[in-house]
Structures are given as structure tokens and as C-alpha cells.
């Protein structure tokens, strides 16, 4: 099983910065890749960023030039430094991540969610 503990969600002003944190933990071998999606009221879940194990990475078109993922110590953590927030980036973001347990399992798992909130 992986565990992944998420911080950083907030209120923000138009404008302003956030970083989310999220760190997995668990009976972990491997992680392939580690992300942020995010859910508002009414619509779907949508991908924000992703990075892979390699490093390679994928932002949604709405936050490239914005956001940046990245991995940090301690391992297995991501960062998502959010910059230039706008009102429509109000959400509940979801760390996930896609791994490899000591077992041979492979396992996606979710993080409970960080609101994050641009209001004036």
C-alpha cells in the first residue's frame, strides 16, 4: 500500500503563489510517476502536471508558464509551485502517484485532496 500525505492548499489573491507538497510512503519499490489533478464543482477530474522517474514532464495547457512540478527531498516527494494564480485555478487538488510495491504489485494511489482558493 502507498500512503501519500499532501500541504500547502490555501486562500490566495489573484496574482499570488502556492505550493503544494505531497510525499508517499508505503511498501514502495518503485514510483513510475507522481502528479497533481484537480476537481471544481460539477466538472471532471483534470490532469494539472506530472513527472515522471526520468524527470520528463506534462502540464494541462491552462497552467504551462505558471505552475512547475518537481521532485524534492525528502524522497518520493512532489512539489507543485503554483504562480500567477488565477480564479478559475479554485479546486481541490489530488496528489497521485503510480508505483511499484516490494511485492511486485503495481499500485495508483490518491492523495485526500488540498483546496486551493483564489479569491479577492
Known amino acids: 500500500q502507498v500512503q501519500l500525505v499532501e500541504s500547502g492548499g490555501g486562500l490566495v489573491q489573484p496574482g499570488g503563489s502556492l505550493r503544494l507538497s505531497c510525499t508517499a510512503s508505503g511498501s514502495i519499490y518503485s514510483i513510475n510517476s507522481m502528479g497533481w489533478y484537480r476537481r471544481t464543482p460539477g466538472k471532471q477530474l483534470e490532469l494539472v502536471a506530472t513527472?515522471?522517474?526520468?524527470?520528463?514532464?506534462n502540464y494541462a495547457d491552462s497552467v504551462k508558464g505558471r505552475f512547475t512540478i518537481y521532485r524534492d527531498s525528502p524522497e518520493n516527494t512532489v512539489i507543485l509551485q503554483m504562480n500567477s494564480l488565477k480564479p478559475e485555478d479554485t479546486a481541490v487538488y489530488y496528489c497521485?502517484?503510480?508505483?511499484?510495491?516490494?511485492?511486485?504489485?503495481?499500485?495508483?494511489?490518491w492523495g485526500q485532496g488540498t483546496q486551493v482558493t483564489v479569491s479577492s
Open positions: 513527472i515522471t522517474s526520468a524527470g520528463r514532464t
Open positions: 497521485n502517484s503510480d508505483s511499484e510495491l516490494l511485492n511486485s504489485d503495481s499500485s495508483v494511489s
